[in-house]
């Protein structure tokens, strides 16, 4: 066992020296902070010295990034939010395929059957319907063109019998300015093409109809 000697209290530092001890430890971590922290990692540098010695880049660099993933982090969250509350589109359609497609329609349906001719006009944010009556398997040809401006449209059909709002979608496009092709009922109803002008001049759009139908006009 050993004895170690105790300091005398002349040894010991007097307060005025602890206190002057603190002041210095202060002032330079001031002074660090002020210089280095702040600069290094905030981009802050209210002396200048951290320019002088590239640290303010390196902070600026730092809160910009910090910046941008706070945003795309919001932006992520914002996204996922509007995904959950977007309900799942709910359609009572009947399951068959498409048959409308487009291509040059001269066919035997159509030499068999009549031809009948409509004109429409869409003012500016108006939708309009062309409807005709068609039993299942029946067949016709079809062209449609507008005069220079672009629409939305929905070639579709609504079967006599079944649920409510049910439907069966043939071809759906956005912002053409024609389209032609063949249609092949699925069932028995009603069975047309359904435009929406989103421009902001009116629209004027002419459909040829060659087959088996009766009863072409505006729905809508």
Same mark, same amino acid.
Request: charged content about 20%; proline content about 6%; glycine content about 8%.
């Given at each position: 066992?050993?004895?170690?000697?105790?300091?005398?209290?002349?040894?010991?530092?007097?307060?005025?020296?602890?206190?002057?001890?603190?002041?210095?430890?202060?002032?330079?971590?001031?002074?660090?902070?002020?210089?280095?922290?702040?600069?290094?990692?905030?981009?802050?540098?209210?002396?200048?010295?951290?320019?002088?010695?590239?640290?303010?880049?390196?902070?600026?660099?730092?809160?910009?990034?910090?910046?941008?993933?706070? +945003?795309? #982090?919001?932006?992520?969250? @914002?996204?996922? $939010?509007?995904? %959950?509350?977007?309900?799942?589109?709910? !359609? /009572?359609?009947?399951?068959?395929?498409?048959?409308?497609?487009?291509?040059?329609?001269?066919?035997?349906?159509?030499?068999?059957?009549?031809?009948?001719?409509?004109?429409?006009?869409?003012?500016?944010?108006?939708?309009?319907?062309?409807?005709?009556?068609?039993?299942?398997?029946?067949?016709?040809?079809?062209?449609?063109?507008?005069?220079?401006?672009?629409?939305?449209?929905?070639?579709?059909?609504?079967?006599?019998?079944?649920? +409510?709002? #049910?439907?069966?979608?043939? @071809?759906?496009? $956005?912002?053409? %300015?024609?389209?032609?092709?063949?249609? !092949? /009922?699925?069932?028995?109803?009603?069975?047309?093409?359904?435009?929406?002008?989103?421009?902001?001049?009116?629209?004027?759009?002419?459909?040829?109809?060659?087959?088996?139908?009766?009863?072409?006009?505006?729905?809508?």
């Amino acid at each position: 066992m050993y004895n170690t000697d105790l300091p005398t209290r002349a040894e010991l530092p007097s307060s005025a020296k602890l206190l002057r001890s603190t002041a210095i430890a202060l002032i330079t971590a001031a002074a660090l902070l002020v210089t280095v922290v702040l600069p290094s990692e905030y981009g802050i540098d209210p002396t200048g010295i951290g320019k002088a010695l590239g640290l303010k880049a390196m902070g600026e660099i730092k809160t910009q990034l910090a910046t941008e993933a706070a +945003a795309d #982090a919001q932006a992520d969250a @914002l996204a996922a $939010a509007r995904q %959950a509350l977007t309900p799942a589109p709910v !359609t /009572a359609a009947i399951n068959a395929p498409a048959v409308a497609q487009p291509a040059p329609v001269q066919d035997d349906a159509a030499k068999a059957g009549i031809t009948q001719e409509i004109t429409i006009v869409l003012p500016p944010g108006a939708g309009k319907e062309v409807k005709m009556d068609m039993l299942k398997g029946q067949e016709v040809s079809y062209a449609w063109q507008t005069d220079g401006g672009v629409v939305n449209h929905d070639t579709h059909g609504e079967p006599v019998s079944g649920p +409510a709002n #049910a439907f069966h979608s043939y @071809l759906k496009e $956005a912002n053409v %300015a024609g389209n032609r092709g063949q249609l !092949t /009922a699925e069932f028995d109803g009603s069975h047309g093409w359904y435009w929406r002008n989103r421009g902001e001049s009116s629209i004027r759009i002419s459909l040829t109809v060659s087959g088996q139908f009766k009863n072409l006009k505006q729905k809508s």
